[in-house]
């Protein structure tokens, strides 16, 4: 069974520094999808980024990317020139790509909180 | 792109009491649906997802139980609530076709208080 583990379960960066979250994941298939959200106090549930697994290249949005390393079932979180407004839970998430049958299957989440 | 309503958006029952959380997706067919559910200041867990009308796939035994009537709605339900029931709960699709499911879309959330 597929499983999402973020070993961080909270972490602090000074405003403007780069802060990278963890994440990794354990699966038997060789394509699916990989995404970052972004949870406010709100509890709405944004999304921040995705990465196919067939895609070798590194998903960037702007101040936010992805160091994907598949063999190493590896999906990190970069966030750069860190704004007050980051400051949120994240997950990530796993979903598979071709199983009807499938779940998508967060990690337990991060808590980033920036400092001013 | 697709719409997930929920409600209601908050509820207090008390312990014992029954539970009926509604889901309904708007902009799409014969989506895939999920529950989940999130503790305060925890993860997302997974309760339940479906594949289709009357197709129930349960993650975690408890005391709840989930039906998908038709296509577009997926229903939460309790017979008897307990406080560990409490929390937030989560109506999730995946956007497009069978196989290009590319971003997860959410609800807006329940929360559940169970006193």
């Known amino acids: 069974a597929q499983t999402v583990t973020q070993s961080q379960p909270e972490m602090s960066v000074q405003e403007a520094e780069t802060v990278t979250l963890s994440c990794t994941y354990d699966?038997?298939?060789?394509?699916?999808?990989l995404f970052w959200y972004k949870q406010p106090p709100s509890r709405q549930m944004i999304l921040v980024i995705r990465?196919?697994?067939?895609?070798?290249q590194n998903a960037t949005e702007n101040r936010f990317s992805v160091n994907f390393q598949k063999a190493a079932k590896s999906f990190s979180l970069k966030i750069s020139d860190s704004q007050l407004g980051d400051a949120a839970m994240y997950f990530c998430?796993?979903?598979?790509?071709?199983?009807?049958?499938?779940?998508?299957?967060f990690g337990k989440g991060t808590r980033l909180h920036i400092l001013p | 792109s697709q719409t997930i309503h929920q409600w209601p958006a908050t509820l207090v029952q008390p312990v014992g009491s029954p539970l009926s959380l509604e889901c309904t997706v708007e902009?799409?067919?014969?989506?895939?649906l999920y529950w989940y559910r999130q503790a305060a200041g925890r993860g997302l867990q997974l309760l339940f997802y479906?594949?289709?009308?009357?197709?129930i796939s349960s993650e975690v035994p408890q005391n709840l139980s989930a039906s998908r009537p038709q296509d577009r709605q997926f229903i939460l339900s309790s017979k008897k609530l307990l406080l560990s029931d409490s929390g937030f709960y989560l109506c999730?699709?995946?956007?497009?076709?069978?196989?290009?499911?590319?971003?997860?879309?959410f609800g807006e959330g329940s929360w559940l208080t169970v006193v």
């Open positions: 902009g799409t067919s014969n989506p895939n």
């Open positions: 998430a796993y979903r598979s790509f071709f199983n009807r049958d499938d779940k998508i299957i």
């Open positions: 479906s594949v289709g009308i009357g197709q």
């Open positions: 699966t038997s298939e060789s394509d699916y999808y």
């Open positions: 990465q196919e697994a067939y895609k070798q």
């Open positions: 999730a699709s995946p956007g497009g076709a069978q196989g290009s499911g590319n971003t997860i879309y």
